[in-house]
């Protein structure tokens, strides 16, 4: 089993910056792809930002060049950096990671709980 855990998520101001974090735990032998999807409601969940293990980043063109994805593979982590950030960046922040948990040819995905993250004045 494969636990991912959100933190970091709150209520900041317009210009403001948040980082969030992603723990991944349990039976993992490597992971893959990790990311940042968001949601709000009425709307489906969005790409936000995605890196793979080698450190290739991908982002959403809305948060291009104001957000800014990492990650510990050591640590099994990967990290979101929102900086400028602004009231259309208010949604739920989900964790995702392409997990192996035996060996590297078999994976799959997993969501984390998902933090809440509200830009408002």
């Known amino acids: 089993q494969v636990q991912l855990v959100e933190s970091g998520g709150g209520l900041v101001q317009p210009g403001g910056s948040l980082r969030l974090s992603c723990a991944a735990s349990?039976?993992?032998?490597?992971?893959?792809?990790m990311g940042w999807y968001r949601q709000t409601p009425g709307k489906e969940r969005e790409m936000v930002a995605t890196i793979s293990r080698a450190g290739s980043t991908n982002y959403a063109y809305s948060v291009k060049g104001r957000f800014t994805v990492s990650r510990d593979n050591a640590k099994n982590m990967v990290y979101l950096q929102m900086n400028s950030l602004k009231p259309e960046d208010t949604a739920v922040y989900y964790c995702n990671a392409d997990v192996a948990p035996f060996s590297p040819s078999y994976s799959s995905y997993y969501w984390g709980q998902g933090t809440q993250v509200t830009v408002s004045s």
């Open positions: 349990g039976s993992i032998f490597s992971i893959n792809v």
